[in-house]
Nanobody, 124 residues
Framework: QVQLVESGGGLVQAGGSLRLSCAASGRTFSSYLMGWFRQAPGKEREFVAAITWGGGLTYYSDSVKGRFTISRDNSKNTVYLQMNSLKPEDTAVYYC?????????????????WGQGTQVTVSS
């Protein structure tokens, strides 16, 4: 069992930056691939980024590539999402998730554990 708690969301103007954190507790954090997803009002939850166990490989959706950076610190059991050049369309609840499988995935069904989410609002 893994418990995930996101933090760092808030209100920011377009063009600004935020860094989200996701703290994990429970079983060995470094044994999980980690991902970030987001869900805007009235829309499906969508993939944002994912990272391998040691952080050596990352994967991004086209909509955030070049603006967002996922990273992790296994000594702190934490995964981060640095978000730069934010746009109003990035407004959503952001969720982190843990995946016990063997490959990076953009599919929600591949993730075993989810946090409660943190709200990010980007004003124009």
């Amino acid at each position: 069992q893994v418990q995930l708690v996101e933090s760092g969301g808030g209100l920011v103007q377009a063009g600004g930056s935020l860094r989200l954190s996701c703290a994990a507790s429970g079983r060995t954090f470094s044994s999980y691939l980690m991902g970030w997803f987001r869900q805007a009002p009235g829309k499906e939850r969508e993939f944002v980024a994912a990272i391998t166990w040691g952080g050596g490989l990352t994967y991004y959706s086209d909509s955030v590539k070049g603006r967002f950076t996922i990273s992790r610190d296994n000594s702190k059991n934490t995964v981060y999402l640095q978000m730069n050049s934010l746009k109003p369309e990035d407004t959503a609840v952001y969720y982190c998730a843990a995946d016990s499988h063997s490959h990076l995935s953009r599919y929600r069904g591949d993730y075993d554990y989810w946090g409660q989410g943190t709200q990010v609002t980007v004003s124009s």
